[in-house]
Each structure stands twice: as structure tokens, then as C-alpha cells.
């Protein structure tokens, strides 16, 4: 998570966004439409990783209570910036793995865009952490990239390369679902097998889903 808190935060990650081609930001709206499609409006939602609050404030025009967390200050602010004193939708500045949150305070917890992998965090600990934080009878969200949306992923990369929003990519290092810049920025992927063993290594059923061609999915009812 460092690399986006000191190297791509607020603006710059904003800008990352805005330069997408529409193949790519068919896949982002896809993202928040799947999950909003899973909400209730009495849901308290927590995001993992929320960024500048594109997620977050698209999801509390459903949920009672949207809360993102990140670790980026600048993101962080630009998040309530943007959300402004009209909508339920706190930003905290939290570490994913270890919220501090109490046990079983959200109806929802969420972590889209690949966070999974773009952290650069254990994840075995962030899931543990999701689970701890969602209630009994809650669910748990997560995405990655699905494979075969690999050429329009690399080619977003690139753009926000020539932008200088991150760094070149070291082409001899990416490949196979994984995209390395020569900054500093690594991101792999999930694939449908992962998510089953990741979660069955924790005890959890998992429900994949593939979505737009784009998105892969996972999703548990906690227990």
C-alpha cells in the first residue's frame, strides 16, 4: 500500500481514472454495478481501500453508511472532498489488514479493483480482517482482474505510463496476469482457483463470479 500512498494518491490517481479507455471504464462501472446489485439499503459498507472515494460514493446512494479506508492522506481527502457534508460516507485513514475496528460492525465489507493484489499485502491477513469486521449473516466482496481482460489492462498501464502517472513498464518482468512498472509498482492477479483456495485455506465458501468479462468475483456469507 505505500506505493499508492507516497508515489500515487488524490489527483494523480484521480487522473489515473480519467485517462481510461472505455473498454476499461466499462469494467469499472461493471465493478460498482455488481456490488451494488448486492447491497441492501440498510447496509453499513465497509471499503477496503477506497482511494479518492470513486467506489464509496457511488455505493452510499444505496447503502445507509458507506466507510473507506485507506492509507494515502491525499486520497483520503480529495474522498471527502468530493463526498462533501451531503452524504453518509466517512474516509479514515486505516491500515486494511489491522482496521481497529471492532468485531462484526459492518454489513458489507469490500475490496474491488484488485485491491487483493495491488496492495502489496498479505492476503490471507486482509481476508482474516474483512471476515473479523463483517457481521454474522454479512458478506464479504473481493475482485480481481479475469484473465482474458489482460490486453486492455496492460494497455491502460501504458497510458497512465506515458502520462507519467507510474512508472515504465519493465516488460521483460510483466506477463502472465502480472504488471510491473519500473517505480516500484507490482500488481499480479486472482484467478477462480486462487480465490477457492484462499478461501478454503480460511474456512470460507466461496461464490465466483465472472463479471463483464472483465471482473473475477468472490463473495462469502459470514457465518
Known amino acids: 500500500m505505500r506505493y499508492y500512498a507516497e508515489k500515487l494518491s488524490g489527483e494523480r490517481l484521480r487522473r489515473c481514472y480519467a485517462i481510461a479507455p472505455p473498454r476499461v471504464k466499462q469494467y469499472l462501472q461493471a465493478e460498482i454495478d455488481h456490488v451494488l446489485g448486492r447491497l441492501h439499503h440498510d447496509d453499513t459498507v465497509l471499503e477496503l481501500g477506497c482511494g479518492y472515494g470513486r467506489v464509496a460514493c457511488e455505493l452510499v446512494k444505496k447503502a445507509s453508511r458507506v466507510v473507506g479506508i485507506d492509507t494515502a492522506t491525499k486520497s483520503l481527502d480529495l474522498g471527502r472532498q468530493l463526498a462533501g457534508s451531503g452524504l453518509p460516507c466517512e474516509f479514515l485513514g486505516m491500515d486494511a489488514a489491522a482496521t481497529g475496528f471492532p468485531d462484526n460492525l459492518f454489513d458489507v465489507v469490500l475490496c474491488v479493483q484488485n485491491g ?108
Open 116 to 223: 487483493i493484489c495491488a496492495f502489496g499485502i498479505d492476503k490471507t491477513r486482509l481476508v482474516q480482517e474483512a471476515v473479523r469486521v463483517c457481521r454474522s449473516g454479512g458478506r464479504i466482496l473481493f475482485s480481481s482482474y479475469a484473465e482474458q481482460f489482460w490486453p486492455h489492462r496492460l494497455a491502460w498501464f501504458e497510458l497512465q505510463a506515458a502520462h507519467g502517472l507510474v512508472g515504465d513498464i519493465d516488460y521483460k518482468s510483466t506477463g502472465n496476469g502480472v504488471i510491473v512498472c519500473r517505480d516500484g509498482f507490482r500488481a499480479g492477479l486472482m484467478r477462480p482457483r486462487d480465490f477457492q483456495m484462499l478461501w478454503m485455506k480460511l474456512g470460507l465458501t466461496p461464490d465466483i463470479k465472472e463479471v463483464d468479462g472483465s471482473a473475477t468475483f468472490c463473495e462469502s456469507v459470514i457465518v
